[in-house]
């Protein structure tokens, strides 16, 4: 138990600030201090990004970029130019052609996006019971717990409106969800083929949704080839990629496939939070326009606008006729860095990615105060997971709460070229946790750019990590708000 010695104070919020802050949960509401639960604010220029979860800051040309869109987009019409205008340029970032034909569903996070295969079956299928199949539970956004089972995660929706958390959007719905641990107690990865396999064997009437991971909060990747192998009529695959850290033929080969496929826009791409948006396999929308009535649906009017859907659907789904423009600038943000990224060669954004991942790797492997987590080569190689030791012990998710929020809180400007550097939240297995560092786009391409080769920034964050080890105090209580 610890307690973080942390100074408060209050500060102007900027009308910036503000909006951003809107558009979704309350997980990106802001404090007195203009941070969010994550610690963390919403605008910032000098910081480094090294977490692999929602946790970016708006900077200098992130903010150029939405002043100029609110300059340009007065009104309703012309936010609604907008939004299909970020549609269409997502589609050609994420490789869309007629072989790969999708249709995009949005969400205001990654946590509401796993409403949506609920929804469709229960437009689809509305006799029938539904198993819900969620692996890498403690790996993905904590709401999916409740959103897995069609309950409101959260207390407020993307309109500002206060939602009663924890009870059923649809309250005749049955669904049925299974929960997978994506490690051991020893934090070595779980394989659940054989379970997934026993369940869908198990429940042959039923309305069955798979959803896998590929590339969780550390890394993890779900074996895809159960998609192949499971092919039954009754099942929808979808399959988590919101760290969105893979290439164009991942969403070509699973599009083909039949499979569901969600990202976001805040994590690898740097976003400020949050973004969601669901690439959806065209004939799955074809099925989904020969459904007559909608009103079954109607309770998930507190969580999606009409703007949401695709235009094919906007008049047929029960939902406000209300523009998110805050998540809009998220997401015009995302593209813009998106853009960058995919112009770079391809070889040298593995090479640099590589020769990070190594050099993080040799400093955490030659640390007295971490140990890195088993199966690192199964993990993305932007991703590099680790264990913190002190006191001839691990810490654990609290402290490490405590050590996280030390980090975060910033000052470094005195003795580093930057301020503040944010890390990945601490991500519990068991009663044991485990921290992350990991490299964005925005990061990548500055390594390419410069052709970094030394990394010298990253030798100076293990030795703020070291420090921050050694000055951690253990045995009380943590102060440091929840995450």
């Known amino acids: 138990m610890i307690k973080a010695h942390i100074k408060r104070y209050s500060r102007t919020i900027s009308d910036l600030e503000r909006l951003l802050s809107q558009g979704a949960d309350e997980r990106i509401f802001l404090n007195n201090e203009g941070l969010t639960k994550y610690g963390t604010p919403l605008v910032r220029n000098s910081y480094l ?55 995009l569903f949005f969400a205001p996070s990654g946590t509401d996006l796993v409403y949506y295969p609920l929804i469709f079956s229960q437009l689809l299928f509305p ?36 939602v009663a958390k924890g009870s059923d959007i649809i309250p005749d719905q049955k669904i049925q969800a299974h929960f997978f641990k994506a490690r051991s107690e020893f934090g070595n990865i779980h394989n659940h083929a054989d379970s997934i396999r026993k369940i869908v064997h198990e429940h042959p009437e039923d309305s069955i949704i798979i959803n896998l991971v590929y590339g969780s909060k550390s890394g993890i990747e779900d074996d895809l080839g159960m998609i ?32 569901m496929v969600m990202i976001t826009g805040s994590k690898f791409y740097e976003s400020s939070p949050f973004s969601g948006a669901m690439l959806v396999p065209k004939e799955i929308s074809r099925k989904l326009l020969q ?64 020769h990070w991942r190594n050099k993080v790797l040799g400093l955490l492997e030659a640390s007295d105060a971490m140990e890195l987590m088993p199966h690192q080569e199964l993990a993305d190689n932007s ?86 080890i050694a000055e951690l105090e253990t045995g009380r209580t943590c102060r440091a708000s929840a995450y």
């Open 228 to 259: 192949d192998e499971i092919n039954e009529n009754n099942v929808q695959w979808v399959v988590d990629i919101c760290q969105f850290r893979h290439s164009r033929e991942i969403f070509h080969d699973l599009i083909s496939k039949g499979a």
């Open 383 to 468: 991703i590099v997971s680790f264990r913190v030791f002190k006191d001839n012990q691990y810490l654990n998710q609290e402290e490490l709460c405590s050590l996280y929020f030390s980090i975060i809180r910033g000052g470094y400007g005195n003795e580093c070229e930057f301020d503040y550097v944010t890390i990945g939240q601490p991500v519990n297995y068991g009663e044991k946790a485990f921290l992350r560092l990991a490299i964005g786009a925005k990061t990548i391409r500055q390594f390419v750019v410069q052709d970094e080769a030394e990394f010298a920034t990253d030798e100076k964050i293990i030795s703020i990590l070291e420090q921050k």
């Open 127 to 162: 006799e029938k019971m539904i198993q819900n199949l969620i692996t890498c539970i403690e790996e993905i956004g904590s709401g999916a717990r409740l959103s897995s089972l069609g309950r409101f995660y959260a207390n407020y929706n993307q309109f500002g409106e206060s």
């Open 49 to 103: 990004n090294r977490g692999s979860c929602t946790c970016s800051a708006a900077r200098d040309g992130d903010v150029v970029l939405i002043n100029n869109l609110l300059r340009s987009h007065k009104d309703s019409t012309d936010w609604i130019k907008l939004r299909r205008s970020l549609e269409n340029e997502l589609k050609i970032e994420l490789g869309w052609d007629e072989r790969h034909d999708f249709d």
């Open 291 to 354: 459904v007559a009535d909608f009103n079954s649906i109607s309770g998930y009017s507190c969580i999606f606008s009409m703007y949401d859907v695709p235009q094919s659907l906007m008049k047929k789904v029960p939902f406000a006729d209300r523009v998110n423009r805050s998540a809009l600038l998220r997401w015009a943000c995302a593209l813009s860095s998106m853009r960058a990224f995919n112009q770079l060669d391809k070889i040298e954004v593995e090479e640099k990615t590589i």
